[in-house]
């Protein structure tokens, strides 16, 4: 119960920080993007670009300085602390989700049979060793073709979302995507936008030039950043959605609605300098719903390994007859060599529960859509109660107290 409740004070807190710190970004995007050219007055004073909005019953009218105003403002905003705030919150968060939950979120072991903390290891490595890959090409002569970078920087992620989900439950693989984005975009802030603009203030108040390098290494990775939100922002609500990240090829599936989020994001960084491109909108509408069905087209059924010829029908114990029947009263019309169910003739992503060593093998995965999303059995069909939830959740609790 505490655990749940840091669990949501922390969840809540993280998503608080993330609406912040990309609501500000958006913002000030739209801002760049809507700056007029200022009447000679102001252009004197050296302002660029100038505009004006009205909001929550006031005027507000914005500057925006060639270099920076001649002295360096008393109270001067720096918009650091959302992004900060969102990277630490959600690393805690999946330190407390992930890893202390190893055993039920992370390490599925029918993808690969880890121990927690070789679980944990690797996602920390796939974390900060992509980090500090995307810092090398960042600092290195790369960075200046940014299409290369770009198309370097896909083959990246599509290669971290392949490790991955060969190591990985799903929810975990997805997770840990998200939280590579995450911190490489926290990154950004941390190691070039915020040394940039620190040396921007400083040459002001030393009135000293102000190097346009500085600037354009900034506008590199803000771009990065500015592509990377909509498909953070997926991931962060995937795991609600077990038919993207159970997919057999489920980082073909991630990196497909990335990639097609981040071109509807690009309609609206042209839309704000004046350029409409609807036709940007409908190939990515046509995109997303092409993905839908090839995620929803039935798949190939993989054989399983624990075939029920060749495995000893083995003594129950009182509990453990009580989880086999509930699992063949409630799972094993789909999920069996020969389902009984109209719909699904073959068993799902060849998934069965004949015997009790299929079961036991995949008790993880049984806990955690039987008891913990309960989005198993499909849409309920069988009528499975909390009280048939219920024996599969003491049992399992038993299993992973051993
Ligand atoms: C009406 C048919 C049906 C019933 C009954 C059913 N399932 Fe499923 N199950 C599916 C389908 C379809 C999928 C694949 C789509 C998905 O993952 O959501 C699936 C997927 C799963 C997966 C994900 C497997 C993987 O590796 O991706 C698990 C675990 C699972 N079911 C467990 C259960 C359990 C436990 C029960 C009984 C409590 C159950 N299912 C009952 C249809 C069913």
Redesign the pocket.
């Known amino acids: 119960m505490l655990l749940d409740w840091i669990s949501l004070f922390l969840r809540w807190f993280h998503v608080v920080a993330g609406v912040a710190w990309i609501g500000a970004s958006f913002y000030f995007i739209w801002l760049d993007n809507n700056l007029r050219t200022p009447p000679d007055w102001k252009k004197q004073k050296g302002i660029k670009g100038d505009l004006w909005a009205v909001h929550g019953g006031g005027f507000y009218e914005v500057a925006k300085y060639e270099y920076g105003p001649e002295v360096i403002p008393e109270k001067l905003h720096w918009f650091k602390w959302e992004a900060y705030t969102t990277w630490i919150s959600g690393f805690l968060l999946l330190c407390l989700v992930y890893y202390h939950g190893a055993a039920i979120y992370l390490i599925?072991s029918?993808?690969m049979d880890l121990t927690p903390s070789q679980a944990i290891s690797r996602g920390l490595a796939l974390i900060f060793g992509g980090l500090f890959i995307y810092e090398a090409a960042c600092r290195s002569p790369l960075s200046r073709y940014p299409k290369v970078f770009g198309i370097m920087f896909l083959v990246m992620l599509a290669v971290a979302s392949y490790l991955a989900t060969q190591w990985f439950s799903?929810r975990g693989a997805f997770i840990h995507i998200g939280a590579l984005i995450g911190t490489i975009m926290a990154g950004n802030v941390f190691f070039k936008i915020m040394p940039a603009q620190r040396l921007m203030v400083d040459a002001v108040a030393n009135k000293t030039e102000i190097d346009p390098s500085w600037g354009l290494g900034a506008k590199l990775r803000s771009v990065h950043n500015n592509y990377l939100t909509l498909p953070l922002l997926f991931i962060m609500i995937s795991n609600h959605y077990?038919?993207t990240y159970?997919?057999?090829n489920a980082w073909l599936v991630l990196m497909a609605i990335g990639l097609v989020s981040a071109w509807i994001r690009h309609y609206f960084n042209l839309k704000h300098i004046g350029i409409s491109r609807p036709s940007i909108l409908v190939t990515g509408a046509i995109g997303m719903v092409m993905i839908a069905g090839w995620v929803s087209m039935p798949?190939m059924v993989k054989e399983d390994s624990l075939s029920t010829e060749n495995t000893p029908v083995i003594e129950l114990n009182a509990q453990q007859q009580q989880v086999f029947d509930?699992?063949q009263t409630?799972?094993?019309?789909?999920?069996a060599a020969n389902?009984t169910?109209e719909?699904?003739v073959v068993a799902?992503?060849?998934?069965m529960?004949d015997t009790w060593q299929q079961i036991e093998q995949?008790a993880a995965?049984?806990?955690?859509?039987?008891v913990v999303t309960k989005?198993?059995?499909?849409?309920n069909?069988?009528g499975?109660t909390e009280a048939?939830?219920q024996v599969?959740g003491t049992w399992f609790e038993g299993l992973s107290s051993k």
Request: hydrophobic share 40%; proline share 9%.
């Open positions: 599925d029918s993808v799903g077990p038919m159970q997919h057999q798949v509930v699992i409630h799972c094993a019309n789909c999920h389902p169910d719909i699904f799902p992503v060849g998934l529960f995949r995965v049984i806990h955690n859509r039987a989005d198993m059995p499909m849409m069909k069988t499975m048939d939830r599969i």
